[in-house]
């Protein structure tokens, strides 16, 4: 299934400063954090030209916390981008919850990226599953890396990408063309 990419168009207050990008990081542990960091951080490089960047990092087992469960899904209801950086192995049921805590609000994201730490592990297909579910539900892009979905084309730029190396190089090459894309046509969703 081939969907079009619509942008919703991002505001800035002044119209001498780029508008911002607004990230959110959800991750399951230090090395998956820091997978993220880099691949946000390949992002901001990419594009900084065009927008300024903001990004926030929310710890899976803290999003188990009533609370500030909630306040993370607020601030990803506001979010351009969602991350989710885990192992590959089940999601925790809290970050199932807190996912569809987000979806139960008006959602402004564009994409959802999973990243993979260890894309052999049994439950990947799974989570990997769940989270596309989860951007199709959404009204979102998704994005895997590594994408190992069977049947599934690997688009030219993605395959050249994974071909120059790093893991942040591998992860946003599409994500990066589509956020230059142009912006000037709204994205119209059911909540909208």
Request: aromatic share 10%.
């Amino acid at each position: 299934m081939t969907r079009a990419l619509n942008l919703p168009p991002f505001e800035a207050n002044d119209p001498d400063t780029n508008p911002t990008l607004n990230v959110l990081i959800a991750y399951e542990d230090f090395e998956a954090g820091k997978r993220a960091k880099e691949t946000y951080d390949f992002l901001v490089a990419n594009v900084a030209h065009d927008y300024q960047f903001s990004n926030q990092m929310w710890k899976f087992e803290v999003l188990s916390i009533p609370k500030l469960g909630e306040i993370a899904a607020q601030d990803a209801a506001l979010a351009d981008i969602v991350i989710i950086s885990c192992q590959g192995h089940d999601l925790p049921a809290e970050t199932k919850a807190w996912l569809e805590l987000w979806l139960g609000q008006r959602i402004r994201a564009i994409a959802l990226v999973a990243l993979f730490a260890q894309p052999n592990l049994v439950g990947v297909a799974e989570v990997r599953s769940y989270l596309a579910g989860v951007a199709l539900r959404g009204q979102m892009e998704f994005f895997a890396q590594p994408d190992e979905s069977p049947g599934q084309p690997k688009p030219r730029a993605f395959v050249a990408s994974l071909r120059k190396g790093t893991l942040a190089e591998q992860t946003f090459p599409m994500l990066t063309t589509a956020v230059e894309h142009d912006s000037s046509f709204p994205r119209w969703g059911i909540n909208e």
